[in-house]
């Protein structure tokens, strides 16, 4: 260890005196020649230092940025360090320079946003002097807008427009791109400039902003143009069921403007018919077919009037007439004629539909038939029959057998009925215990009720092969009914009780006996003198003098009567027996004592609403009212 420190320690001094060797030599020199001067009188020549080289470098290292975008920034570096950042188009200089015979690798360290920016003459070895021509090039990125078309006919192109400017036309389907890029964080807007003919085309995923990526989900559909076919219905008083082509079909129910379910393209052709017509109406159609030609079809036109869909028969009282009346399919009731032929003063009838004959009781004891004309007037035909007493009642039962008349000589005789409607000759009558002036039958014709307005209870009657009538069973009450209802397919009875405001319930069996249904007593407004069951069985209507209102119930499967949301509807001074026209659609009350009919629409659920007009008015009393259908 101390040999090796003096070696350093000596080896120091070597340096020292090296470096001194020339000026040692010098001075040797110098001294030699002081010496020699006293030998020789010529000075010797002093030799000059030698001159030192300066080192080149260090170089700086720059150039330029041009297309850098406003509010970006770029980074740079040089040989993989000395990061440099640029905001702005100019020169530029990094930070540290090359040495002498160096070399510099300038290339991009961060790109700006939106931007991609290439490097020029950025690399070199062996400088010798600055380096100042290093070009830096920046330019926005773009991005392509495209996507896909489909349904394009045939033959036929779109024009598509992205920004309002950059067009494109297609004519076939498949993928497509505008020209025109969109830069970054740029916007689209792909629109239809012109359409193929006879075609639609619509853009889905059409806008679009801050784009940042390629664009290929523009869809485009394109469908063959279609064109309504329509028009307008007047004076339709239900529904119509019209049908385009023989094929296409829509049911109306009100008038005003209307379209078919099924458009058509340019050329086709459209043949609008009635399908079905509405209940008592003709409908024709006009401007009914023809070739659609580029645009809606709207001048079609249904027309329908009104044509009677049943008659409405009122005896004026003392007259010896009938006033006529055909009912309307709005349920109108316009006055069609007269009929005459008979004495007395009507007070009940009954009609057989299929051999359009009417029968009626009068006052006069008579029991007349009547065949029907097409206008609902009748033309007198023999066979009329004489009771003996006064009639007080009529049924004609359900089956068409037979023909059943109460007398005021309490009791009731059987007209036998042939193929023609004819009256046979009565049998024997049955007699009662009252003057039956109610009187009806169970729809499977088994079994006839009658009561009296004057004594409490009703009796059953059977009904035999021949039509003669058997007592079956006596219901006693305490008051005496009003009136009687039975329900047209089930053996329900309703019978009014007027000095109770109520109304009971029960069912009549097969073998004749009459049970109270469970909810057996139902309440009215008012005194209930009159009750009419529409012939679907699914409503009841009560009319009350006392009142000037009818009740009005839903009958519920099990035979009960519900009264309705709204239990009773306006009916006038003193109405009388409701009767309902034979399609079920309109309910008809008369009014002795205003001397007018009120006319009522029964609406989808029962509920009564009046006509407009409400009434129509009369120039007599009635005794009753009739309706048969048309």
Request: aromatic fraction near 8%; charge should be negative; proline fraction near 7%.
């Amino acid at each position: 260890m101390s040999h090796l420190l003096r070696w350093r320690h000596a080896a120091r001094p070597l340096r020292v005196q090296a470096a001194f060797l020339p000026c040692l030599a010098l001075f040797t020199a110098l001294l030699l020649g002081g010496c020699a001067a006293d030998e020789s009188t010529e000075a010797p020549a002093v030799p000059t230092a030698p001159t030192v080289p300066a080192t080149p470098g260090p170089y700086a290292i720059g150039g330029t940025l041009a297309g850098l975008a406003a509010g970006s920034q770029l980074v740079l570096q040089n040989n993989g360090r000395d990061a440099l950042t640029l905001t702005a188009d100019g020169s530029f200089t990094f930070a540290t320079p090359v040495a002498h015979n160096g070399g510099y690798a300038v290339t991009i360290a961060q790109q700006p946003a939106g931007q991609v920016c290439s490097v020029a003459g950025g690399a070199g070895a062996g400088v010798t002097a600055a380096v100042t021509n290093i070009a830096v090039v920046c330019a926005t990125t773009r991005f392509t807008v495209g996507g896909k078309v489909s349904g394009l006919a045939g033959g036929q192109s779109v024009v598509l427009h992205n920004n309002g400017a950059d067009t494109l036309t297609l004519s076939a389907n498949g993928t497509f791109s505008f020209p025109t890029p969109v830069p970054y964080n740029g916007s689209y807007l792909v629109t239809v400039s012109a359409q193929p003919a006879d075609q639609t085309c619509t853009v889905n995923g059409h806008q679009g902003s801050a784009v940042i990526a390629d664009i290929a989900s523009v869809d485009v559909v394109c469908a063959t143009t279609t064109y309504s076919v329509g028009g307008t219905v007047a004076g339709l008083s239900s529904q119509v069921t019209l049908a385009n082509n023989g094929t296409d079909f829509l049911t109306i129910s009100e008038n005003g403007g209307f379209t078919m379910p099924t458009a058509l393209p340019t050329g086709g052709t459209f043949n609008v018919t009635i399908n079905t017509l509405p209940l008592g109406q003709t409908c024709t159609v006009v401007n009914s077919s023809g070739t659609v030609a580029a645009a809606n079809v709207t001048n079609i036109a249904v027309i329908c009037t009104s044509q009677p869909i049943g008659t409405l028969y009122m005896p004026a009282a003392f007259a010896t007439r009938t006033d006529v009346y055909s009912v309307m399919s709005d349920g109108q009731l316009v006055i069609s004629g007269n009929a005459y032929g008979y004495s007395g003063d009507p007070i009940a009838m009954a009609y057989d539909d299929s051999l359009r004959t009417l029968y009626f009781s009068t006052t006069s004891g008579w029991t007349y038939k009547f065949d029907v004309a097409a206008d609902g007037t009748w033309i007198s035909s023999a066979g009329n029959w004489a009771y003996g007493g006064t009639p007080t009642s009529l049924l004609r039962d359900p089956l068409g057998r037979f023909l059943f008349v109460g007398s005021d000589v309490f009791n009731i005789r059987t007209a036998t009925l042939d193929v023609l409607g004819n009256m046979t000759t009565p049998t024997t009558p049955i007699g009662t215990t009252f003057r039956p002036d109610r009187m009806v039958a169970t729809p499977d014709g088994q079994y006839l009720i009658a009561s009296s307005s004057a004594t409490p209870g009703f009796d059953v009657f059977a009904i035999a092969p021949d039509g003669s009538l058997t007592s079956s069973s006596h219901l006693a009450l305490a008051v005496a009914p009003s009136a009687l209802a039975m329900h047209p397919s089930n053996s329900y009875l309703y019978v009014a009780d007027p000095i109770n405001n109520r109304i009971m319930e029960y069912r009549v069996d097969g073998a004749g006996n009459v049970t109270p249904l469970p909810a057996v007593l139902i309440a009215t407004d008012g005194q209930p003198q009159h009750l009419s069951i529409d012939p679907s069985g699914r409503y009841l209507y009560a009319t009350s003098p006392a009142s000037g209102r009818i009740s009005q119930y839903t009958i519920a499967a099990d035979g009960t009567l519900v009264a309705m949301p709204q239990p009773t509807v306006a009916a006038g001074t003193l109405p009388g027996a409701p009767t309902i026209d034979p399609t079920g659609r309109f309910l008809y009350v008369p009014n002795a004592s205003s001397l007018e009919i009120r006319q009522y629409v029964i609406g989808v659920t029962g509920a009564l609403t009046p006509l407009t007009p409400a009434t129509v008015s009369i120039l007599a009393a009635p005794t009753l009212l009739y309706s048969v259908p048309w």
